[in-house]
């Protein structure tokens, strides 16, 4: 069983940016984030792989990026030049390995419990 506990939400303007954080409770190989807004199903925004290998999301290449510290268990996603469409509320999630890379689809076994975040424009 892994846990997982997510900090750095919050409300910032169109342009701005924010670095959302996921302790674990142990080291597990596939990690990522995931988000999803009101009436909308969850989407895969990053994963990261314990080797390093990343998987990005179109609508969000270029302006998010994953990283973790495996010494710490710690997922990081640094967003950058945010969009009102970014609001959502997102989630760490764990899984053991499901091949090199991490999948963005949902199917994940572990979960957080959320961290909001509002992009106004």
């Known amino acids: 069983q892994v846990q997982l506990v997510e900090s750095g939400g919050g409300s910032v303007q169109a342009g701005g940016s924010l670095r959302l954080s996921c302790v674990a409770s142990?080291?597990?190989?596939?990690t990522g984030w995931f988000r999803q807004a009101p009436g909308k199903e969850r989407e895969g925004v990053a994963t990261?792989?314990?080797?390093?290998?990343?998987s990005t999301a179109e609508s969000v290449k270029g302006r998010f990026t994953i990283s973790r510290d495996n010494a710490k268990n710690t997922l990081y996603l640094q967003m950058n030049s945010l969009k009102p469409e970014d609001t959502a509320m997102y989630y760490c999630?764990?899984?053991?390995?499901?091949?090199?890379?991490?999948?963005?689809?949902?199917?994940?076994?572990?979960w957080g419990q959320g961290t909001q975040v509002t992009v106004s424009s």
């Open positions: 990261i792989s314990g080797n390093g290998l990343t």
């Open positions: 999630a764990a899984r053991s390995s499901a091949g090199w890379y991490c999948p963005l689809t949902p199917n994940y076994n572990y």
């Open positions: 142990g080291y597990i190989y596939c």
